[in-house]
């Protein structure tokens, strides 16, 4: 079966090619390869361009289309997979993203033409909740505000007042899909208490994770961290903003390292410079990276990271070998399961 493997500067082709011959064996092909052009830098803010307005909103990769000719299966990260892209191809028959977004795939167009397009999951989820931890113990320790002083010669003790353990804490997860469950795990050895507000989720998963079911309110009301962890829809696009941050304790600290448009970020900001909220650890920002003028810069109880929560080398080695088994299931059986297209492609 013919493939096209993209790699970025995220996810590299040479990953892709070692998990095809683990999982397909070394003879599965032929198998091509081309890189998607750009620094890191690029290749993210194009990623963020294609979130807010679709792969058409980016250039059309010429060195993808060039490349194409006879591929019946398409494997990408980053690269966007627009219209354009897949008129290049006239026999593919599946787009296999190694990532859960599918923000760079012009779905109706691969639709219109029975082409599969095939995401995978809880690839980052280990990664996405051990640094939503990391930003928790960062927040609550004032461990940045910490290391900046010193570095900067001083010797900083004060923070208004003594740290705040996560022990024995109250911990609200807005959202509990793979992040959510692995962060959950990792906090019942804490022994803290765990609040869902995740109107999808059955009791019983939320309860096998040792956590109490919550409405909105009531997370935001009692935790004294809040984890922001649903996914960006057009339901929950800002959905998180001042009545939310109204209700939480002064003492309580907000965490986000899902997507930025989830919250009214004008809201936030307030919260945390009139001291209404303890504090906040961010990974994802409206402007990425920050103007250097932002204001958010200034902020004395805030943790800003670069939006880097679901890079990592195990991330990359699972996406690579998530993606070759779903290449290995269109092989075996000529179908995709987990094709979010499947019913149209009456898989499913």
């Not at 091509?32 to 807010?52: F, I, L, Y």
């Not at 307005?53 to 059309?60: K, S």
């Not at 028959?93 to 397009?117: F, K, M, Q, S, W």
Request: net charge negative.
């Amino acid at each position: 079966m013919h493939t096209l493997i993209v790699g970025d500067e995220f996810v590299p082709a040479a990953l892709y090619i070692d998990a095809l011959a683990e999982v397909c064996g070394t003879s599965f092909g032929p198998v091509r390869t081309v890189d998607w052009s750009g620094t890191k830098a690029d290749q993210h803010s194009a990623q963020q361009t294609m979130e807010r307005e679709g792969p058409a909103a980016v250039p059309v990769p010429g060195e993808i289309v060039a490349a194409l000719g006879d591929a019946e299966v398409l494997a990408v990260h980053f690269a966007p997979v627009s219209r354009a892209v897949l008129a290049a191809a006239p026999k593919l028959r599946a787009v296999c993203v190694a990532r859960t977004g599918l923000e760079n795939v012009d779905l109706p167009a691969a639709t219109e033409r029975g082409i599969a397009v095939v995401p995978v999951f809880g690839r980052n989820a280990s990664a996405v909740a051990e640094l939503a931890l990391g930003l928790m113990l960062t927040e609550a320790r004032d461990i940045a505000r910490a290391d900046a002083s010193v570095k900067a010669g001083g010797w900083r003790k004060d923070f208004g007042g003594p740290g705040h353990e996560i022990g024995g804490s109250t911990i609200g997860l807005v959202g509990m899909g793979h992040v959510g469950r692995e962060l959950a795990r990792l906090l019942r050895g804490f022994g803290a208490r765990i609040l869902v507000h995740d109107p999808y989720l059955p009791d019983a998963v939320i309860a096998e994770h040792g956590a109490l079911r919550a409405d909105m309110d009531t997370v935001f009301l009692e935790s004294d961290f809040v984890q922001v962890l649903a996914r960006l829809t057009p339901e929950t696009e800002r959905f998180i903003g001042r009545r939310q941050f109204a209700l939480m304790k002064h003492t309580a600290f907000f965490i986000n390292t899902a997507r930025s448009r989830l919250v009214d970020t004008d809201a936030l900001y307030e919260a945390l410079a009139t001291g209404s909220i303890a504090g906040a650890g961010l990974d994802v920002h409206d402007q990425e990276p920050l103007p250097a003028d932002s204001p958010w810069r200034a902020l004395d109880n805030v943790t800003l990271t670069t939006h880097y929560a679901g890079d990592t080398v195990t991330t990359n080695l699972r996406s690579a070998r998530l993606v070759a088994r779903a290449i290995d299931e269109l092989a075996r059986t000529g179908r995709c399961l987990e094709a979010v297209n499947a019913r149209a492609l009456e898989w499913g």
